[in-house]
Each structure stands twice: as structure tokens, then as C-alpha cells.
């Protein structure tokens, strides 16, 4: 009765997260006017065909297959339109899964330690949450009201509080989905079309790749508002290692076609073929860190094509002349990519170029042959002083606190508060000035940062657990299906050492997959020690995980480094937590050193007493609609100013006096305006007054 109920309690916990996500992402997606159509109607035939296989569950592998294709789509980060919409897509595909699992009851082996370690993992992130400043979070809430407050949550860039929030709510959808799977009556099957389908569309994202490339068609109206470096491949991605990165996670699922029942030869000439183009789009996309990992990944496919017979792994069996197959498949592979770019396409270039007009990334052979030449030569001289620096920069970031880390995705926010604080070593080492990149480029200095060395060390043994049970099983059952998706961990993971997963969801979401398929093996493929063993480690990982909630509420939002540094708030903006409802400072356009709020803000004033405001209206149109802004206090209208045309206006207010505690001064405005309307930018927040305050 008691294992029933805690089934029952996880199955309501999960429909409300999933619910709760539906309405949430569903009504902040529809933010960009020119593309709305365009997102209501492939967002409308993804949840018609979820319907329809919810009431149909023999077309779930169709689905699944559709969703792995389109994962090509969506190579960006978290607050682009792009991968706000894959999250919507993936809460539908988890819902449906969801669905179909409570109509049909089934109860199949499932790794029990594997996704008690998961679980520690997620709830270790969602506890680090204590460390950002919940309370400036909820006021912001608060003031901006559903759903602009979540679509700013979904939007805000990585230098920002906000964004540790959504990622976090990203982690725990990922892992929903993987464990959905569990339940599955043909799980098995599901994970094959899924990994297939993520395969085939590398495939087509590397093809395309090519075409625009050379100017056959144009991704540029897809890619909006990336930069794309001159003369690289970057297919439908935001950046090149972005398309390498899961070119690499997903090529080990061409085992799949290997494994299929085709023995014919055409059938293995176009898998070679696949693998060529795969091969291609990445020497183009100049990526060194495919470069070298993408050898490995064909060894292991060519292995397994030779040394599969019949269904079954017969490397035991083994004959001198299949291992001579595989020492020149590789390099024969490789060479042959290399002929067709240097003897194919590069002269192709330069015809399209004399005789049309077409004209794509790469302008000429001449751009091809010098990306090619640069990335060699770097890679001779052994170039990494840029990448050493990025790699300082997590160290120092993450040494602040090296037990418990500094919070779930939160590198960036950190970095840009202690570049400014002169005592901290990353200040120390590179100046107030310096740049700080986006992540640290490198997936296991990320996870440090994040969640210390226990969560390094809850992730490392995640891994090496799903890898030790993929391999069990495949040594006891033969289950030749585990070996690509071993492949793809390491993959993952080697590709991790030169960048930082997390950043593109799709890819991040790559690995709880993988986990995802770990998970439908039971532990009992292991010997008996080895389960004792990793008994002992899932009840660590609880002990951490609890222990880690502790020292999470002792340094509630961060002070312990406010302490450290003798700061009244730990934060580049110290008088932050004066104001909510207010935006981050915009790095896309600003208007001398206002704040600006949304429809409504608050501004604290610590003791209360006189206090000066300007106030500056930027809104479009006042002329003709005038702008009301109106003052409260204490419940009371304090002040009603209209706005005729854009000025500055400067008030003088006196607060009750009251030291040691703030007084609230509410500001409401009558409308609000659209930057990317009215200045064509990027920015798509709703703004309504600036303030500043006067000394």
C-alpha cells in the first residue's frame, strides 16, 4: 500500500509540473509578431499529433522518430525563440508519454540506484536556487505579473539571476521526460526510433549545412541574430562547435542502421555515405575539437559494422582481416571527405562564383583553404592560451566555494560580480575590465561550478554507473543496442572537455536521454558486489544531497560571500534589491543611468524621509496618447504625472521617517511599449517609465 501511495503522490507531483509547464511556456511563446503564425502553426501540428498518439499509442514511435529529426532545429540558447519553443515541445512529448503511460500499466526492470543518483543530482540543483536571490526574484514576480514574469524568466540572458531559475525548471523537464520512458510498453523500440530519428537529422543538418554553405540555399533568415564566422559551416546552429557538438552526440546512432535487418549493399554504401557527409560539414565548420574526436567515433562504427553478425557482437570470434577492415575504413573515410572538399567542392565553389550569382558563406576555395589552414597550424602550435583563460576563469569562479559550488548554471552571473570586487581572485587575476566569457568550455568545470566537487562527483558517478550497467548488459544479453548509446556518452563527454554542454538545451537534453535508456536496465545485470557498491554510493549521494541543503539555507542568497567581501549585498548592482519590477541593465540600448520598470515597479527607501526621483518617458506616441503615471504610497495615490511627449521630469517626495525599516513608493503606468517595435532590435521587453534616483 505504501510503495502504491508514493506511486500515486510522483504521478500527481509530475502532471502538475507538467501542466504547470504547458500553461506557463504556452503563454509566454507567443512574444515575436512577425513569427507568431509561423510558431502557432508548427507548435499546433506538434500537439494535434501528441492528441492523436495519445488516442493511437501505436503511432508513438512515428512521433518519436519526428521528434529525434527535428532536434537539428534547435541549436541555441536558452532565452533564443528557438529552443523556447523545443522546451514547449518537449513538455508536450512528456505529457503524451505521461498519458499513454496511465492507460497502459506496465511494471518492466528499471535501474533503481541509477535513478535514485539522478534524482540527487536534480534535487542538489534545485537546492543550490538558495544561493540567487530568491526574495529580489519573487518582488520582480510580483510587479510584473503573469506572464511577462515568466517570459522574462525564459529570456534572461546568463549574466542575469533569472536565467539559473530556468534552467534549473529545464534540468528537472529533462529529467521528467527520461523517466517517462520507464513505463513504456515498447521501450525499447521507443528509444530506437527516437535515436534514429536524432540521427537522420543530423544527417539532413549536415547536408543543408553544405547547401547553404555554398549558396545553394540561404539559412541565414532562420539563424537571426547570430553572428556566423566568415567561411565556417554552421548549418541551422548559432555557432559552429554548437552544430559539431551534436554532429558527434548523435553520429554513434548510426550503429542503429547497421543493426537494422538490410544486409544489402546499398544499404551499408549509403550509411557510408551519411557518415562521409557528417565527416564533411564538420572539417568545414572548422571546429578542432571534431576534428579530433570524430575519428574515434568512426573507429567504433566501422567495428561494429564488421564484427556484428547476424544480431549478435562476434569480436570473439575475431579474424586478422576485420581488423585490418577497420584500420583503413577510418582513415579511407576521412581521406575521402578530404577529396571531395579539396577536389569536389572546392572547385565547384569557384565555378558558381565565374558563372552565377550564387553566393554563400564560403566565397571561394581560396576562404576554404585558409579556414582549413588556420585551424591546422593552431592545432601544431598548439594554441590554447584563449582557451586556458576560459578555463581560469571557471577555476576561479568555482574555488569560491569548492564544496557545494555556486549555484545550478550560474557561472556568468557570478563571474560578472566578482570581476568587480577587487579582493576576489578572478578581479586579482584579470582585471575589472577583462571579458568574461559565456561558460567555462568544458562540461565537467560547468558542473563544478554549479554544484562543487559533490556535485562533480554525483555527475562522474551517474556516468561511470549508466556506462558500467550499459556494458553488463551488453556483455550478459548481447544487447547490441547499448554499445551506440555508450558511444554517444563518451562522445558527449569528450566533446565536453572542449565546450560547455549545457548551453544548447537540445544537446544537454542528448545525455538525459542516453541516462534515459540506462535507466531500463535493471541493476541486477551486475555482480553482486558491484550492486553493494553502488548501494553504498546512491545512499551517499542522499547524505550529500541533504547536507547540501544545509550549507545551501546557511548561505541563503549568497551571503556568506557578501561577509567574505564586506559588502551589504553580494551583486555588481549593490542597490539592487532597492528595486523590483525593475529590468536587469540592457546591454541592447539604454537612456543615461535610468531603471526602467514594466507596468508597475517599487522603489525602497531605506529609513524613509525626502526622496528625489527623475522620471524619463520613452514611449512612442505620447503626443497624441499621453503616458499617466501614477505614485502610490502606503495604499494612497502620492502623485499623478502625464506625459505629453518624451521628457524628464523630477519629483521630490517626503516618507515618514522610520529607521531601520524601507518605505514603498509603487509606480503604475498607463501602458507600455515595445523596444523591438519601435527600435528594431532584439530586446522584446515591455518597458514603462525610467527612474533615476537623485542624491
Known amino acids: 500500500m505504501g510503495d502504491g501511495s508514493k506511486f500515486r503522490i510522483a504521478d500527481v507531483l509530475t502532471l502538475i509540473f507538467l501542466i504547470g509547464n504547458l500553461v506557463i511556456r504556452f503563454g509566454t511563446i507567443f512574444y515575436y509578431p512577425p513569427y507568431n503564425r509561423y510558431i502557432a502553426i508548427f507548435l499546433g501540428c506538434g500537439v494535434l499529433a501528441c492528441g492523436l498518439v495519445v488516442i493511437f499509442p501505436k503511432y508513438l514511435k512515428v512521433l518519436l522518430f519526428l521528434f529525434g529529426f527535428s532536434f537539428f532545429l534547435f541549436g541555441f540558447g536558452s532565452p533564443d525563440i528557438q529552443s523556447r519553443v523545443f522546451e514547449l515541445i518537449v513538455t508536450c512529448v512528456a505529457t503524451t508519454l505521461f498519458l499513454i503511460n496511465k492507460r497502459v500499466k506496465t511494471k518492466k526492470g528499471v535501474s533503481e540506484k541509477l535513478t535514485l543518483l539522478i534524482l540527487c543530482y536534480a534535487c542538489l540543483s534545485v537546492f543550490s536556487l538558495l544561493l540567487m536571490p530568491i526574495r529580489q526574484i519573487v518582488r520582480d514576480f510580483w510587479f510584473f505579473g503573469f506572464p511577462d514574469a515568466f517570459y522574462y524568466l525564459f529570456i534572461g540572458p546568463p549574466y542575469g539571476f533569472y536565467y539559473?531559475?530556468?534552467?534549473?525548471?529545464?534540468?528537472?523537464?529533462?529529467?521528467?521526460?527520461?523517466?517517462?520512458?520507464?513505463?513504456?510498453?515498447?521501450?525499447?523500440?521507443?528509444?530506437?526510433?527516437?535515436?534514429?530519428?536524432?540521427?537522420?537529422?543530423?544527417?539532413?543538418?549536415?547536408?543543408?549545412?553544405?547547401?547553404?554553405?555554398?549558396?545553394?540555399?540561404?539559412?541565414?533568415?532562420?539563424?537571426?541574430?547570430?553572428?556566423?564566422?566568415?567561411?565556417?559551416?554552421?548549418?541551422?546552429?548559432?555557432?559552429?562547435?554548437?552544430?559539431?557538438?551534436?554532429?558527434?552526440?548523435?553520429?554513434?546512432?548510426?550503429?542503429?542502421?547497421?543493426?537494422?535487418?538490410?544486409?544489402?549493399?546499398?544499404?551499408?554504401?549509403?550509411?557510408?555515405?551519411?557518415?562521409?557527409?557528417?565527416e564533411i560539414a564538420l572539417i568545414l565548420s572548422g571546429g578542432r575539437a571534431g576534428w579530433v574526436t570524430y575519428p574515434l567515433i568512426l573507429f567504433f562504427c566501422w567495428s561494429f559494422s564488421y564484427f556484428v553478425k547476424e544480431g549478435r557482437f562476434e569480436i570473439v570470434h575475431f579474424r586478422w582481416?576485420?581488423?585490418?577492415?577497420?584500420?583503413?575504413?577510418?582513415?579511407?573515410?576521412?581521406?575521402?571527405?578530404?577529396?571531395?572538399?579539396?577536389?569536389?567542392?572546392?572547385?565547384?565553389?569557384?565555378?558558381?562564383?565565374?558563372?552565377?550569382?550564387?553566393?554563400?558563406?564560403?566565397?571561394?576555395?581560396?576562404?576554404?583553404?585558409?579556414?582549413?589552414?588556420?585551424?591546422?597550424?593552431?592545432?601544431?602550435?598548439?594554441?590554447?592560451?584563449?582557451?586556458?583563460?576560459?578555463?581560469?576563469?571557471?577555476?576561479?569562479?568555482?574555488?569560491?566555494?569548492?564544496?557545494?559550488?555556486?549555484?545550478?548554471?550560474?557561472?556568468?552571473?557570478?563571474?560578472?560580480?566578482?570581476?568587480?570586487?577587487?579582493?576576489?581572485?578572478?578581479?586579482?587575476?584579470?582585471?575589472?575590465?577583462?571579458?568574461?566569457?559565456?561558460?567555462?568550455?568544458?562540461?565537467?568545470?560547468?558542473?563544478?561550478?554549479?554544484?562543487?566537487?559533490?556535485?562533480l562527483f554525483l555527475w562522474l558517478v551517474i556516468i561511470g554507473y549508466a556506462l558500467m550497467i550499459l556494458i553488463a548488459d551488453l556483455i550478459k544479453n548481447q544487447n547490441l543496442f547499448n554499445i551506440p548509446v555508450i558511444i554517444s556518452i563518451i562522445s558527449f563527454h569528450i566533446y565536453g572537455l572542449f565546450q560547455t554542454m549545457q548551453y544548447i538545451p537540445m544537446i544537454w537534453l542528448l545525455i538525459f536521454l542516453n541516462l534515459g535508456y540506462a535507466l531500463t536496465i535493471g541493476d541486477e545485470v551486475l555482480p553482486d558486489r558491484a550492486?553493494?557498491?553502488?548501494?553504498?554510493?546512491?545512499?551517499?549521494?542522499?547524505v550529500l544531497v541533504g547536507v547540501g541543503l544545509l550549507v545551501y539555507a546557511a548561505n541563503f542568497e549568497s551571503r556568506d560571500l557578501a561577509a567574505?567581501?564586506?559588502?551589504?549585498?553580494?551583486?555588481?548592482?549593490?542597490?539592487?534589491?532597492?528595486?523590483?519590477?525593475?529590468?536587469?541593465?540592457?546591454?541592447?540600448?539604454?537612456?543615461?543611468?535610468?531603471?526602467?520598470?514594466?507596468?508597475?515597479?517599487?522603489?525602497?527607501?531605506?529609513?524613509?524621509?525626502?526622496?528625489?526621483?527623475?522620471?524619463?518617458?520613452?514611449?512612442?506616441?505620447?503626443?497624441?496618447?499621453?503616458?499617466?503615471?501614477?505614485?502610490?504610497?502606503?495604499?494612497?495615490?502620492?502623485?499623478?504625472?502625464?506625459?505629453?511627449?518624451?521628457?524628464?521630469?523630477?519629483?521630490?517626495?517626503?516618507?515618514?521617517?522610520?529607521?531601520?525599516?524601507?518605505?514603498?513608493?509603487?509606480?503604475?503606468?498607463?501602458?507600455?511599449?515595445?523596444?523591438?517595435?519601435?527600435?528594431?532590435?532584439?530586446?522584446?521587453?515591455?518597458?514603462?517609465?525610467?527612474?533615476?534616483?537623485?542624491?
Not at 203 to 213: Q, Y
Not at 393 to 421: C, D, T
Request: glycine fraction near 10%.
Open 321 to 455: 582481416a576485420d581488423f585490418a577492415k577497420v584500420a583503413v575504413s577510418v582513415p579511407v573515410t576521412i581521406i575521402i571527405s578530404l577529396l571531395l572538399i579539396f577536389y569536389g567542392l572546392m572547385p565547384l565553389t569557384d565555378h558558381l562564383k565565374d558563372s552565377s550569382d550564387i553566393q554563400g558563406i564560403n566565397s571561394g576555395s581560396v576562404n576554404t583553404a585558409q579556414l582549413l589552414k588556420r585551424e591546422v597550424d593552431s592545432i601544431e602550435k598548439l594554441d590554447t592560451n584563449s582557451r586556458s583563460e576560459t578555463l581560469g576563469q571557471g577555476i576561479r569562479v568555482g574555488k569560491e566555494r569548492p564544496a557545494y559550488g555556486m549555484g545550478y548554471e550560474s557561472f556568468l552571473w557570478h563571474a560578472h560580480n566578482l570581476i568587480k570586487i577587487p579582493g576576489s581572485s578572478l578581479s586579482k587575476s584579470y582585471g575589472e575590465d577583462f571579458r568574461i566569457h559565456d561558460s567555462p568550455h568544458n562540461v565537467f568545470l560547468s558542473i563544478f561550478v554549479s554544484g562543487g566537487a559533490v556535485g
Open 564 to 695: 567574505k567581501y564586506g559588502l551589504r549585498i553580494y551583486d555588481q548592482d549593490p542597490e539592487r534589491d532597492r528595486y523590483a519590477g525593475f529590468f536587469h541593465p540592457s546591454q541592447r540600448w539604454q537612456y543615461g543611468d535610468y531603471r526602467w520598470c514594466g507596468k508597475r515597479g517599487a522603489i525602497y527607501v531605506s529609513g524613509g524621509g525626502d526622496v528625489g526621483l527623475e522620471f524619463r518617458c520613452q514611449t512612442p506616441g505620447v503626443e497624441k496618447k499621453p503616458l499617466v503615471l501614477t505614485v502610490f504610497h502606503e495604499g494612497r495615490v502620492l502623485d499623478i504625472i502625464t506625459f505629453s511627449k518624451e521628457e524628464s521630469v523630477i519629483k521630490k517626495y517626503s516618507l515618514p521617517e522610520t529607521p531601520g525599516k524601507d518605505q514603498e513608493i509603487i509606480l503604475e503606468v498607463s501602458r507600455t511599449w515595445n523596444a523591438h517595435k519601435y527600435l528594431k532590435n532584439y530586446d522584446r521587453r515591455n518597458f514603462g517609465i525610467g527612474v533615476k534616483r537623485l542624491k
Open 531 to 542: 550492486r553493494r557498491v553502488s548501494a553504498l554510493l546512491a545512499k551517499l549521494g542522499v
Open 164 to 278: 539559473a531559475v530556468a534552467l534549473v525548471i529545464q534540468l528537472l523537464l529533462f529529467v521528467v521526460l527520461a523517466i517517462q520512458f520507464l513505463e513504456g510498453d515498447d521501450r525499447n523500440n521507443s528509444f530506437k526510433y527516437l535515436f534514429a530519428g536524432i540521427f537522420s537529422g543530423a544527417v539532413f543538418c549536415a547536408f543543408i549545412g553544405l547547401l547553404d554553405f555554398y549558396g545553394f540555399i540561404s539559412l541565414a533568415w532562420y539563424r537571426f541574430g547570430s553572428t556566423v564566422s566568415p567561411g565556417v559551416l554552421h548549418s541551422t546552429f548559432q555557432n559552429r562547435n554548437c552544430f559539431a557538438e551534436f554532429v558527434l552526440t548523435a553520429t554513434p546512432f548510426a550503429m542503429i542502421g547497421f543493426m537494422s535487418r538490410i544486409n544489402k549493399l546499398w544499404w551499408k554504401v549509403f550509411l557510408f555515405g551519411c557518415l562521409v557527409i557528417c
